[in-house]
Structures are given as C-alpha cells and as structure tokens.
C-alpha cells in the first residue's frame, strides 16, 4: 500500500497557475503508475492525468490538455501537477492516485488505482 500527500491547492484568479504536488511513501515509487483526478461539489470523480512509470508517457483529460501539465521525480518520489491558464470550471478537490500496473487503456478509470490521497483543494475565482 502506498500512502498519498497532496500538497499546493489554494485560492487563485482565473488566468493563473498553481502546482500541485503528491508525495508517495514508498521504497518502489518507480513501478507505479501515477494519476491526478478531480472532483468538483456534485459531480463524479474525473481523470485529469496521468503518468508512466518512467515518465516517458503522458495523458490527458481533453478538458486540460495544453494547460496542465504532470510530471514525476522518482528520486524524490512525487509526482506533479502543474496548472497553468486556470478557469473556475478547473475548481476542484484534487486527488494523487496510484497504482502498481502499467500506462495502460484503463489509466482514466478512477477504480482501476489502488491508493488515494487526501485531496488538496484548488478553487479558481472569475
């Protein structure tokens, strides 16, 4: 099992950017498969990244492609999310999930990770 931190949410104005961090506290950090999702009040929990083992691949939600962008240390075993031009639309609790298989077709299907953090919230005003 892998214990999540999220780190970086907060209150910013539409235009900005804002990072996210997730720390993992495992020896393996490397042989996991790391995601971001999100959740805004009322709705259902939503893929927005994720990335492979080594960071060599990436994915996206078609709804940030272009303005986030994920990226992991695994010396440091973290994982990022660094948010550029925000929109309200992007406010959003945050979540950092984990899990031990491959990037592979199912990476946007939140029940397929096997380890959550906490959430951070980021909250974008107009």
């Known amino acids: 099992q892998v214990q999540l931190v999220e780190s970086g949410g907060g209150l910013v104005q539409a235009g900005d950017s804002l990072r996210l961090s997730c720390a993992a506290s495992?020896?393996?950090?490397?042989?996991?498969?790391m995601a971001w999702f999100r959740q805004a009040p009322g709705k259902e929990r939503e893929f927005v990244a994720a990335?492979?083992?080594?960071?060599?691949?990436?994915e996206y939600a078609d709804s940030v492609n272009g303005r986030f962008t994920i990226s992991r240390d695994n010396a440091e075993n973290t994982v990022y999310l660094h948010m550029a031009s925000l929109k309200p639309e992007d406010s959003a609790v945050y979540y950092c999930?984990?899990?031990?298989?491959?990037?592979?077709?199912?990476?946007?299907?939140?029940?397929?990770?096997?380890?959550w953090g906490q959430g951070t919230q980021v909250t974008v005003s107009s």
């Open positions: 990335i492979s083992r080594n960071g060599g691949r990436t």
């Open positions: 999930a984990a899990k031990r298989q491959a990037l592979s077709s199912t990476y946007t299907i939140a029940h397929r990770y096997d380890d």
């Open positions: 495992v020896r393996t950090f490397e042989i996991y498969t």
